[in-house]
């Protein structure tokens, strides 16, 4: 379990957002955030959407609150916002590396990156949610707008604790049948139980019109594999174990690592994924900036 100050970074958030999205979340879209696909009458109505705390009360459709005794609000041709999904990999490996309280470990990584996401394209009036892969109870949140909506991805991601395998290629199914097209989806995943090979949810997603970006999580140890003593290591995801001593696997080690995240690179490429490589104790911002901005060009 993870509270609110191991995942909520406001550096990480500023340096992300950049000048043009300065300022706490809104309730209401900052207009010029990225490109509208949408022309015409600016008050030409569009859809109803159900109430979520932060909407504007002055759009409720009282008629419909009349005859359904529930809330929704008119969304207008200019005020359709784009819907990004957070698709977290919250499988057994991502706890490696785990402190006091999950600090520290892959998941915690992802995590962090995934609630910067949300606060910066929240800001720019994106309406965002969250999946865990695999999906627990309270592990999905539909995409919403408003400032409420970023203390309810904090408190999904806070409460999940890594366990089992994440079957990312039926997430990325069942995402995008949930999504339906013209959305953005972030990708966060060690991959590890994929490999490149395997990267079909992400084609599938990009099949269907669906804007995916690709954010692989890895564990410093992971790359450089630093122990010096003889260990146990232990499979995550099953029950097998091994000891061995590191030193003399190391260098073949490092060169099969290597490959595998230059293969997750070259797949992404192919595919048309824009991709970033985030290790533990190095900055994400760069990366995942790049991975911003490339998304308020398009």
Known sequence: MLDRSALYDPDLIARLAGPELAGPPSPFPHRGGHRSRHRGASLEFSEHNEYAPGDDLRHLDWKVLGKTDRLFVKRYEDERLQRALLLVDASA??????ADRGVGSKYHLAARVAVALAACLLRQGDAVGVRMAPVAPGGALPPRSGGAQLDAVIEVLGGCRPDGA?????ACRETGEILGGAAAVFVLSDLLDEGEEKL?????LRAR???VRLIHVLHADEVSLPFENTSRFVDLEGAGSQVLDPVPLR???REEIRAFVRGVARTAGALGVPHALCT?????APAVGALLRQMRRG
């Open 209 to 211: 019109g669906i804007a």
């Open 166 to 170: 994440a079957d990312l290629t039926g």
């Open 251 to 253: 260098r073949a080690y």
């Open 280 to 284: 533990s104790g190095e900055d994400p």
């Open 93 to 98: 490996s991502m706890g490696y590396g785990a």
């Open 200 to 204: 079909e949810g992400l084609r599938w």
